[in-house]
């Protein structure tokens, strides 16, 4: 499901365990489905991502949006400089 969500939005995300925070590291089957085949506008802050395309699809889990080298960004990080980093 990573790699789905990298391919229409253009950056990697981790999922993690919403009780313990901890990375799901892609070795379960998360379920849900990505249904967007279109990238989010680039306007969007990491923090409107989350809101609107992830929690709904994925309850239960938390997400952090990696930039370029892996690393989290802040949820006021508009998507356009996330995508960029890469």
């Known amino acids: 499901m990573e790699e789905k969500i990298k391919d ?4 990697q995300v981790n999922f993690l365990h ?4 901890s990375d799901v590291r892609g070795h379960k089957d998360i379920g849900g489905n990505y ?3 279109y990238k989010a506008k680039n306007g969007y802050t990491v923090s409107n991502w989350i809101e609107n395309r ?6 239960g889990y938390d997400v952090e949006v990696l930039n370029g080298n892996g690393e989290p960004v802040p949820g006021n990080t508009k998507l356009e400089t996330v995508r960029s980093s890469y």
């Open 8 to 11: 229409v939005e253009g950056f």
């Open 18 to 21: 919403q009780r313990s925070g």
């Open 35 to 37: 249904k967007y085949d």
């Open 54 to 59: 992830f929690k709904n699809n994925f309850p």
